[in-house]
């Protein structure tokens, strides 16, 4: 997100760019917001299909199937297990989040 206002010297304060003639910060401000929702909601939504593809690596992630979500490990046989038991009915996988580790 930009931090400072492409019309004024305000540089993202509206309160001071009330005290100036700029008359499109505020629009400025709104933009700036809906283009980082926008990003946010993309990142956001990152399920994948486990009939589109499989993760390359063994490792953690998040499973959804049968309207819950949950943690599961991929192993090297294909196979999305947690404790000791396997998933069998997982629709949709994604990666935890960086910086995550289960």
Same mark, same amino acid.
């Given at each position: 997100m930009v931090d400072e206002c492409k019309h004024c010297s305000a @540089?993202? &304060? !509206?309160?001071?760019?009330?005290? /100036?003639?700029c008359t #499109?910060? %505020?629009?400025?401000?709104? %933009? /700036? !917001? !809906? %283009?980082k929702i926008d990003e946010l909601e993309i990142?956001? &939504? @990152?399920?994948?299909?486990?009939?589109d593809r499989l993760p390359e690596t063994i490792g953690s992630y998040i499973v959804k199937g049968s309207g819950k979500i949950a943690w599961?490990?991929? *192993?090297?046989?294909g196979d999305w297990c947690y404790d000791n038991s396997r998933y069998t *009915? #997982? /629709?949709h996988w994604?990666? #935890?989040p960086v910086g995550q580790e289960v």
């Open positions: @540089r993202g &304060d !509206l309160e001071k760019c009330e005290g /100036t003639s #499109l910060h %505020e629009s400025w401000y709104v %933009e /700036t !917001l !809906l %283009e990142a956001m &939504d @990152r399920w994948i299909s486990v009939k599961a490990f991929y *192993n090297s046989d *009915n #997982l /629709t994604q990666p #935890l």
